[in-house]
């Protein structure tokens, strides 16, 4: 069964961290693209971060770049979202997405998989 799931949101002051996760089944995991995209109401879904898993350099949204950090385990088919420094308008619920390419984007259209998302909720 292809699922994704994440977890690790909540609610956090300004300022604070969380580290969301997102693991992935019924996937092939190295080699593909692993996104986290973010939505807050009335907006627009928002590309946060992406890796191809094992193979390449991460990119960031300018927005969260220098505070955000996207990571990898590959033995247990997990990816990371590490956020930091978070701020008031970090609030979204956050998702983790599937591209079956070995090229990455930050691009919603470009992915195949969505995990049902997780809160993430920063107050100032």
């Known amino acids: 069964q292809v699922q994704l799931v994440e977890s690790g949101g909540g609610s956090v002051q300004a300022g604070g961290s969380l580290r969301l996760s997102c693991a992935a089944s019924g996937i092939t995991f190295r080699r593909n693209c692993m996104g986290w995209f973010r939505q807050a109401p009335g907006k627009e879904r928002e590309g946060v971060a992406a890796?191809?898993?094992?193979?390449?350099?991460?990119i960031y949204a300018d927005s969260v770049k220098g505070r955000f950090t996207i990571s990898q385990d590959i033995a247990n088919n997990t990816v990371y979202l590490q956020m930091n420094s978070l701020k008031s308008e970090d609030t979204a619920m956050y998702y983790c997405?599937?591209?079956?390419?070995?090229?990455?984007?930050?691009?919603?259209?470009?992915?195949?998989?969505w995990g049902q998302g997780t809160q993430v909720t920063v107050s100032s």
């Open positions: 997405a599937y591209k079956a390419a070995l090229t990455c984007s930050r691009r919603s259209s470009d992915f195949d998989i």
């Open positions: 890796i191809v898993v094992g193979a390449s350099m991460p």
